[in-house]
């Protein structure tokens, strides 16, 4: 009797210290030292239950509390452990639908998609709202956002759940973003910042629907968003955000204030990811203007920044390209502005700036072997770059008429063919 007493206050224990936690963290929205501190309790007084006592009836409630606990520490392989060994020992358990449910959203945290949805399909109609959030973030994890905004368009509105809620509607502007439905994107977020969110949830809301403005090409509204953050001052995140106004500014022509705002960050740092960051924007800007080789200094510059980071990487690939680039423009051999073409086309992503190449290449080529290379490249450019349907068919058609015999036309009528046909088609009717 009186070890019966000890087991169940040890596991009486574990709950008081497990709700507390609960409640608080509903409340926060993150773990807080005081929160861990709980959650820590919780599995310490579940694992003496286990230990001391593993043939009580609370064995099954001490590990589903142990699997929350270790979720909510992120600690999501020992979480998955503990909700297996429960659905392994105890199939008959009260919490085994509770722990399958549980098991499927530690899965898709673990990147196992496939695993979660075997799981989930076991949870029967009880939590169908929790079954149904979960299978959409699988589908969000395989990147199939439209399946994911199917499964959410209608489970929305029925959404009482205001954690649920959250989430879907994350999940839905998320995906909308993804697929270039910017307007649904909007209207997603928009619904979420309505919601209780914690500082840290509404400033990457809010910096998001910055983002998607910005995407739309609504640079102003984009520029507002960003403005709008409380950020610390001088902090990595305020730097960054700084960038993105500087290219709202870019966006709307306003391009010396882009600069100043770029300059504001080089001039500050001496080394960090986002001077590296201001460093490849500013050399991109001055790029566009054909600066070349003050973009080429900034460039290497960039490129030779402390540390690893995305934009040092490319500002690597463009200060490679743009030197070859300077030396071959002092060069007027066909085979060097088709090099020169091939650079801007493929290396610096500048189709418009090829096109004027490629175009003064053919005119000036006549039946060279070169010309069929440079018509082939026109076409491309047409087709799927810089479109122009007319044009394209022309260049289509020259390259044919011209240089049948060239494994250029062999090529275009072996991979264009089928589109070229359905632009003629589409013309004549």
Not at 46 to 62: G, I, M, Q, T, W
Not at 69 to 94: A, Q, T
Not at 257 to 270: H, S, V
Not at 373 to 399: C, G, M, P, Q
Request: hydrophobic share 35%.
């Amino acid at each position: 009797m009186l070890n019966g007493c000890v087991y169940f206050n040890t596991f009486y224990n574990a709950q008081v210290y497990f709700k507390k936690a609960e409640k608080e963290f509903e409340k926060n929205g993150r773990v807080t030292p005081a929160i861990r501190t709980s959650y820590q309790k919780t599995i310490e007084k579940c694992a003496k239950v286990l230990e001391y006592h593993p043939n009580s009836r609370y064995v099954d409630d001490a590990l589903f509390l142990m699997g929350k606990s270790y979720y909510r520490l992120g600690e999501k392989d020992k979480s998955r452990r503990k909700y297996e060994e429960l659905l392994e020992y105890f199939p008959k358990s009260p919490y085994r639908e509770k722990a399958l449910l549980e098991l499927g959203r530690v899965l898709l945290d673990l990147d196992q998609p496939d695993s979660a949805k075997v799981v989930l399909s076991e949870v029967t109609g009880k939590y169908k709202e929790e079954v149904d959030l979960l299978i959409a973030r699988t589908y969000f994890v395989e990147e199939r956002y439209d399946d994911v905004l199917e499964v959410l368009e209608g489970y929305i509105p029925r959404l009482k759940n205001e954690s649920y809620k959250k989430e879907a509607l994350w999940l839905a502007a998320k995906s909308s973003y993804n697929l270039k439905r910017y307007d649904e994107a909007v209207e997603y977020l928009n619904q979420y910042l309505k919601l209780f969110l914690n500082s840290d949830e509404e400033l990457e809301a809010r910096e998001f629907l910055g983002d998607v403005f910005f995407k739309k090409g609504e640079f102003e509204k984009a520029k507002k968003e960003y403005q709008a953050l409380n950020l610390s001052p001088n902090s990595a995140q305020a730097q960054e955000i700084q960038i993105k106004i500087a290219l709202c500014e870019k966006g709307m022509g306003e391009i010396e204030k882009a600069k100043g705002l770029l300059k504001e960050i080089i001039d500050k740092n001496q080394s960090s990811p986002q001077r590296t960051h201001a460093l490849y924007e500013m050399a991109l800007i001055l790029e566009e203007e054909d600066s070349l080789t003050d973009a080429v200094k900034l460039y290497e510059e960039a490129s030779k920044s402390f540390g690893e980071s995305e934009y040092k990487k490319k500002a690597l690939n463009r200060y490679q390209a743009l030197r070859q680039l300077v030396e071959i423009s002092s060069t007027d051999s066909l085979e060097a502005r088709i090099r020169l073409a091939e650079i801007y086309l493929v290396e610096l992503h500048r189709p418009e700036e090829a096109l004027k190449i490629y175009k003064s290449i053919v005119d000036s080529a006549g039946e060279s072997k070169i010309a069929p290379r440079a018509l082939y490249a026109l076409l491309y450019i047409r087709l799927f770059l810089v479109k122009d349907d007319e044009e394209a068919l022309n260049y289509y058609n020259l390259l044919k008429e011209k240089f049948g015999d060239s494994i250029y036309a062999k090529e275009a009528q072996l991979h264009f063919k089928d589109v070229l046909e359905n632009l003629k088609g589409r013309d004549k009717g």
